[in-house]
């Protein structure tokens, strides 16, 4: 039989298709395209924003057109958080939680026996580590990207994931050491740590992130550690130097601000200020230069007034970030901010949204100036496509297979 896939949303959900995936590979499936006519269509669903639930329920309505006899299931986020509402669609058969997707080949194979809807969700916040830590995702074929830590124990007023994803549970510091050890005996250069809030990794076992990087550094023939995403507010003081002074951690990271009013920080429990983020920020800057800060933000989060708008433009504009990540604000289900009031016109959004990619734009052509003349490390991505350690993407003749770290001037 033949399976295809439909992946809305994060890395994370990245992580478990392709999870899925093999399971059904294990089964003698046949995977094949999403555009493909197949017999059974996973779709792995976001419920971030408004906007991924959209693009979840399309995939659904898509999947439906091109097999009206298909098992369809929809898992993931949008899943674990609203799975009555997907159940109400005719064009699923079957919706299940982020807590059952290891048993989706199973349930697909029990709907085909019964032809019966089924819904199966249970409580994320009682799962206790992360599961199937061994699934490693290659982007571009040569950059492994491996997931630690899964879950958040900070709720941010505007944020579902908590409730999506669970508490923090991380992999033991030893079998990630083991796997990185062996990625790189096998020949990758860089490695990506990712989760669902990196920062808080090691929060359940007693130990921190820091502690898991002085241990990979250690390891022979890995060139490159990047981290995805921190939160400014979880980066002790020992992290932030081991950052700055170990070659071996790429000068590339995520902070996300969210808004640059103190006021709506508050609002949003994000649990710092602005003079405390522009400290870490200052920080990475001076001590090492060629760092690429990147950030989200929120535009149009409950009660933004101008003012709140101001603000952030212009601590945005005069902070050296390197890339922004700009999203509409859109009421979550069991958040508090689905509570406040008033509400900012969709209109009003919508501007903000588009003056702030405008800046974007300005900060990535600026940050690429900056570095103009340095030399600098970079992975070969393909035969005209580098990475640089501070994530700027080369499109230049290589000379050196992929998966090489070679030195570039800009």
């Not at 089964?27 to 792995?44: K, L, M, Q, S, T």
């Not at 830590?133 to 290659?138: D, E, H, M, Q, S």
Request: hydrophobic share 40%.
């Amino acid at each position: 039989m033949r399976v295809a896939f439909a992946t809305l949303g994060c890395r994370m959900n990245q992580f478990d298709t392709d999870l899925i995936r093999s399971e059904f590979v294990k089964r003698g499936y046949e995977p094949v395209d999403f555009e493909e006519e197949a017999d059974v269509y996973v779709i792995n669903t976001c419920a971030v924003t408004v906007g991924g639930e959209r693009s979840s329920r399309q995939a659904v309505y898509q999947a439906r057109r091109r097999n009206p006899n298909a098992v369809v299931v929809a898992t993931g986020c949008y899943a674990q958080i609203s799975p009555e509402a997907l159940a109400r669609l005719k064009e699923v058969d079957l919706v299940v939680g982020n807590t059952h997707k290891s048993e989706i080949v199973k349930l697909v194979e029990e709907f085909l026996e019964r032809r019966e809807k089924k819904l199966v969700v249970g409580n994320v916040f009682k799962e206790g580590e992360v599961k199937h830590f061994g699934t490693v995702l290659y982007f571009e074929g040569v950059r492994p990207f491996l997931k630690v830590q899964e879950g958040c124990n900070r709720f941010c007023s505007f944020c579902v994931i908590p409730f999506a994803r669970g508490k923090v549970r991380s992999v033991p510091k030893e079998r990630v050491v083991k796997e990185a050890r062996r990625l790189a005996e096998a020949g990758f250069k860089e490695l990506v740590l990712t989760g669902t809030q990196l920062s808080q990794y090691g929060w359940d076992l007693g130990y921190t992130l820091y502690e898991l990087i002085t241990e990979l550094v250690k390891i022979k023939g890995l060139e490159l550690i990047r981290l995805s995403s921190l939160h400014v507010k979880e980066l002790p003081k020992k992290l932030l130097e081991l950052a700055v002074k170990e070659e071996k951690i790429a000068p590339h990271f995520h902070l996300s601000l969210q808004s640059g009013s103190d006021r709506l920080l508050e609002l949003m429990k994000r649990g710092y200020a602005l003079d405390e983020f522009k400290r870490v920020v200052d920080y990475l800057l001076t001590h090492r230069p060629l760092t690429a800060v990147g950030t989200d933000l929120i535009v149009g989060f409950p009660t933004e007034t101008d003012e709140d708008f101001r603000k952030t433009y212009e601590f945005v504009k005069e902070t050296p970030f390197a890339y922004l990540h700009v999203f509409p604000y859109s009421d979550r289900p069991l958040t508090k901010a689905s509570e406040l009031r008033p509400k900012v016109p969709e209109r009003v959004k919508k501007e903000r949204v588009r003056l702030l990619k405008e800046l974007d734009e300005q900060k990535r052509k600026a940050f690429y100036e900056r570095n103009r003349g340095r030399e600098l490390r970079a992975l070969v991505l393909s035969e005209d496509e580098l990475l640089t350690e501070n994530y700027l993407t080369l499109k230049r003749k290589a000379e050196a297979p992929p998966g090489s770290l070679v030195k570039v001037k800009l």
